[in-house]
T-cell receptor, first 115, second 112 residues
Framework: NAGVTQTPKFQVLKTGQSMTLQCAQD?????MSWYRQDPGMGLRLIHY???????DQGEVPNGYNVSRSTTEDFPLRLLSAAPSQTSVYFC??????????????FGPGTRLTVL | KNEVEQSPQNLTAQEGEFITINCSYS?????LHWLQQHPGGGIVSLFM???GKKKHGRLIATINIQEKHSSLHITASHPRDSAVYIC??????????????FGKGTKLSVKP
């Protein structure tokens, strides 16, 4: 299994540009999530999904859109990038069966800089 | 006030020392996770606890649900243990059930 994969690993955008961060998992996990990690702060939840066709907002959803058309993929879209979105982004997944207390698997991260 | 507090923020130790990292939380949880993030940035899961104590090699994690506190211990520390250790709690209430809230991390540096 490849686990959780993310592309790209690095990206530089100009203010106002749009892009999609890709996330895929091959473990048939129902729950997938996106986090951002900023210096001096803990990881913060952007959006999450408990299954195909179901998404919901996390703590910091503004400026980001998500969709979940398949179990495997959970892309994160920045519609109009802003310098405040400069961060490291992590995708994660876990099972939901057996309760919420399941191991989380993280992708390698995407380092995004918005100029 | 942060819902998940870790201490210390930074920790420098000599190889071989016993290390303790603490995590306190103020919300209802179904489980607590300890994660490790190496300088390369990848995050791996070390432990997931809902009660008691777990041990993997030189790492030991404990949780006291009544006191809302967990500790991560590293015995006989080694330079390869140098990393950021992150505490995260899995919420057990309302619409946020199953979501994680993270501490800010403890940066550990072990000197040879």
């Amino acid at each position: 299994n490849a686990g959780v994969t993310q592309t790209p690993k690095f990206q530089v955008l100009k203010t106002g540009q749009s892009m999609t961060l890709q996330c895929a998992q091959d473990m048939n996990h129902e729950y997938m999530s996106w986090y951002r990690q900023d210096p001096g702060m803990g990881l913060r939840l952007i959006h999450y999904s408990v299954g195909a066709g179901i998404t919901d907002q996390g703590e910091v959803p503004n400026g980001y859109n998500v969709s979940r058309s398949t179990t495997e993929d959970f892309p994160l879209r920045l519609l109009s990038a802003a310098p405040s979105q400069t961060s490291v982004y992590f995708c994660a997944s876990r099972r939901t069966s057996g309760g919420a207390s399941n191991e989380q698997f993280f992708g390698p991260g995407t380092r995004l800089t918005v100029l | 006030k942060n819902e998940v507090e870790q201490s210390p923020q930074n920790l420098t130790a000599q190889e071989g020392e016993f290390i303790t990292i603490n995590c306190s939380y103020s919300v209802g949880i179904s489980a607590l996770h300890w994660l490790q993030q190496h300088p390369g940035g990848g995050i791996v899961s070390l432990f997931m606890l809902s009660s008691g104590k777990k041990k993997h090699g030189r790492l030991i994690a404990t949780i006291n649900i009544q006191e809302k506190h967990s500790s991560l211990h590293i015995t006989a520390s080694h330079p390869r243990d140098s990393a950021v250790y992150i505490c995260a709690v899995c919420l057990n209430y309302g619409g946020s059930q199953g979501n994680l809230i993270f501490g800010k991390g403890t940066k550990l540096s072990v000197k040879p």
